[in-house]
């Protein structure tokens, strides 16, 4: 979604200078009209699924930190300056 709004954020830049993505031949505005449409699809895939199926998808994530219980006490501590 971030990528999405940063690209609407250059149309209408561009569209402030004169250059209107929709009709202009440049290389910047092919592409530009090129991932608007594909995130445009890419969102619409992703919301055909509801939160229950999204969290059973990622009941084998375990995300990218280290869960050693000593490790994680440690962090925590650090955290709250408390060790």
């Given amino acids: 979604i971030h990528y999405h709004k940063f690209i609407a954020k250059c149309i209408k830049k561009l569209k402030r200078n004169g250059i209107d ?8 505005s092919l592409f530009l009209r090129r991932e608007v449409c594909n995130v445009s ?4 895939f992703m919301s055909k699924y509801d939160s229950e199926e999204w969290t059973s998808a990622l009941s084998h994530f375990d995300g990218w930190t ?3 219980p000593t490790m994680e006490l440690l962090r925590l501590c650090s955290s709250r300056h408390c060790c």
């Avoid at 993505?21 to 910047?28: G, H």
């Avoid at 699809?41 to 619409?44: F, G, T």
């Fill in 21 to 28: 993505v929709k009709t202009s031949p440049s290389d910047v």
């Fill in 41 to 44: 699809d890419h969102l619409a």
């Fill in 66 to 68: 280290d869960h050693n």
